[in-house]
T-cell receptor, first 113, second 108 residues
Framework: EPEVTQTPSHQVTQMGQEVILRCVPI?????FYWYRQILGQKVEFLVS????????KSEIFDDQFSVERPDGSNFTLKIRSTKLEDSAMYFC???????????FGQGTRLTVV | KNEVEQSPQNLTAQEGEFITINCSYS?????LHWLQQHPGGGIVSLFM???GKKKHGRLIATINIQEKHSSLHITASHPRDSAVYIC??????????FGTGTSLTVIP
């Protein structure tokens, strides 16, 4: 069964460092998402991406964040200068058509120290 | 802003019991998803609903658009059903709003 894969599963980084979280969506999917979940809190939407551009983003997704689909298979989330409060589980998701189910990756746990 | 409320927040059940988890939301939606989050953190999509009812094995999901309410039912619950169940709604476009989740523990 096709699945969304995320790497790494856990990343520890120093405050102020740049991190790139990687996702490989399901191959024929068109819509891509990043979400985050701070420990003990609800999942929050960050950004959606369609047709090689951001289609929506939340107020969390400020100038420190960027997304890219560099090679037609990977979908990356970059955090330029990490802060302690960026520590969270980051989930990638993809779906094929607008009104279909989204498939989630297993998540990347980011710890900023 | 849409609020998504789930109840109960925590639920403990004996194996075999019938379980219901509820989700209410405050504005019109285009779709509602039920998700399962495993103890390790991974999320699995269980259902996407825009009307009516869906069934998958022991899981049943219903939605009442007029009442802005959805329920997830688990029949003949099993310890492996222990997880956090999350309701998420899509209003327009691609943005989802998530509930806080219901933590289910099924005791053998």
């Amino acid at each position: 069964e096709p699945e969304v894969t995320q790497t790494p599963s856990h990343q520890v980084t120093q405050m102020g460092q740049e991190v790139i979280l990687r996702c490989v969506p399901i191959s024929n999917h068109l819509y891509f998402y990043w979400y985050r979940q701070i420990l003990g809190q609800k999942v929050e939407f960050l950004v959606s991406f369609y047709n090689n551009e951001i289609s929506e983003k939340s107020e969390i997704f400020d100038d420190q964040f960027s997304v890219e689909r560099p090679d037609g298979s990977n979908f990356t989330l970059k955090i330029r200068s990490t802060k302690l409060e960026d520590s969270a589980m980051y989930f990638c998701a993809s779906k094929g058509e607008m009104n279909t189910e989204a498939f989630f990756g297993q998540g990347t746990r980011l710890t900023v120290v | 802003k849409n609020e998504v409320e789930q109840s109960p927040q925590n639920l403990t059940a004996q194996e075999g019991e019938f379980i219901t988890i509820n989700c209410s939301y405050s504005v019109g939606i285009s779709a509602l998803h039920w998700l399962q989050q495993h103890p390790g953190g991974g999320i699995v999509s269980l259902f996407m609903l825009s009307s009516g009812k869906k069934k998958h094995g022991r899981l049943i999901a219903t939605i009442n658009i007029q009442e802005k309410h959805s329920s997830l039912h688990i029949t003949a619950s099993h310890p492996r059903d222990s997880a956090v169940y999350i309701c998420a709604v899509r209003i327009t476009g691609n943005q989802f709003y998530f509930g806080t989740g219901t933590s289910l523990t099924v005791i053998p």
